[in-house]
Nanobody
Framework: QVQVVESGGGLVQPGGSLRLSCAAS????????MGWYRQGPGLQRELVAR???????TYADSVKGRFTISRDNAKNTVYLQMNSLKPEDTAVYYC?????????WGQGTRVIVSS
């Protein structure tokens, strides 16, 4: 199983931007689909963006056009560029395989969108 460390979260005003990073270790993620998930207050964890091994991407409707997922296989890292952030984007963000593997959840990185 891969181990991941998410970073880049923080407090940002509505309309602002953040870039999240997910550094993987233990094995290469290059052949796997990887995704960013989030869990908002009182909500279930949801998949918001996915990148396949070939680089193609999919997004949840709620973030389409605002978030961009990418990967750098040489660095074994996955990124999430988040623009035009909204208060409803407030959540803890995690990365994992798609579909997720129970042993590969990290601690997540908290994003708070508030004025």
């Amino acid at each position: 199983q891969v181990q991941v460390v998410e970073s880049g979260g923080g407090l940002v005003q509505p309309g602002g931007s953040l870039r999240l990073s997910c550094a993987a270790s233990g094995r290469s993620i290059s052949i796997y689909a990887m995704g960013w998930y989030r869990q908002g207050p009182g909500l279930q964890r949801e998949l918001v963006a996915r990148v396949f091994s070939g680089g193609s991407t999919t997004y949840a409707d709620s973030v389409k056009g605002r978030f961009t997922i990418s990967r750098d296989n040489a660095k074994n890292t996955v990124y999430l560029q988040m623009n035009s952030l909204k208060p409803e984007d407030t959540a803890v963000y995690y990365c994992n395989y798609v579909p997720p593997r129970s042993g590969s959840w990290g601690q997540g990185t908290r994003v708070i969108v508030s004025s």
